[in-house]
């Protein structure tokens, strides 16, 4: 079945160090891709998305690019703040399974960004 | 605009005792679901609906039951608690059915079954 693999955490960087967090997917078909934020004790919140290979999604500084040669969806930003601390979830969807129509997340990699 | 409400934020229970967890959105979205949110598993999909009157099976859907009467309200009932079941729940909604808008949480239940 379609998967999301995420890179282990946490991972502990200094502000304005460089971040990447990789994520990799196994699908069937041609999925939309997502990063997710959770920030402590909050539910999760769309972060940015990509619908299609080589598309780049990108906000708050954050982007991401849908590799389709590697299958990837690697998260990055050019300088992390303390605000940035939280857990990024990579997910999926498959647009033409007319089952659930559901995200598939990957298992969440925990950012904490010290001062 | 509240968006998701799930209620209660923190809750107890004893091996066997039922509940209803509440999750209410006001965005008029036609698809609902139910998440849980263990350690290193991410979030699995528990049940969802595509519109009021209609519910189906998630990728874990044992143990607990759903309704949707109304397009507002999708509550999750756990019949027989078990410790198994210790873990937080997401209620998550979108406006399509087909999955190209993006998902809203709530900001979860913490569930405790002892």
């Known amino acids: 079945g379609d998967s999301v693999t995420q890179m282990e955490g946490p991972v502990t960087l200094s502000e304005e160090a460089f971040l990447t967090i990789n994520c990799t997917y196994t699908a069937t078909g041609y999925p939309s891709l997502f990063w997710y934020v959770q920030y402590p004790g909050e539910g999760l919140q769309l972060l940015l998305k990509?619908?299609?290979?080589?598309d780049k999604g990108s906000n708050k500084g954050f982007e991401a690019t849908y590799r389709k040669e590697t299958t990837s969806f690697h998260l990055e930003k050019g300088s992390v703040q303390v605000s940035d601390s939280a857990v990024y979830f990579c997910?999926?969807?498959?647009?033409?399974?007319?089952?659930?129509?559901?995200?598939?997340f990957g298992s969440g990699t925990r950012l904490q960004v010290q001062p | 605009n509240a968006g998701v409400t799930q209620t209660p934020k923190f809750q107890v229970l004893k091996t066997g005792q039922s509940m209803t967890l509440q999750c209410a959105q006001d965005?008029?979205?036609?698809?609902m679901s139910w998440y849980r949110q263990d350690p290193g598993m991410g979030l699995r999909l528990i049940h969802y609906?595509?519109?009021?009157?209609?519910?189906d099976q998630g990728e874990v859907p044992n143990g607990y039951n759903v309704s949707r009467s109304t397009t507002e309200d999708f509550p999750l009932r756990l019949l027989s608690a078990a410790p198994s079941q210790t873990s937080v729940y997401f209620c998550?909604?979108?406006?399509?059915?087909?999955?190209?808008?993006?998902?809203?949480f709530g900001n979860g239940t913490r569930l405790t079954v002892t």
């Open positions: 998550a909604s979108r406006f399509d059915r087909e999955g190209n808008s993006p998902l809203h």
């Open positions: 609906s595509v519109g009021a009157g209609i519910t």
């Open positions: 997910a999926l969807i498959l647009l033409e399974d007319t089952g659930r129509r559901a995200l598939t």
């Open positions: 965005m008029n979205h036609e698809y």
């Open positions: 990509a619908t299609k290979a080589d």
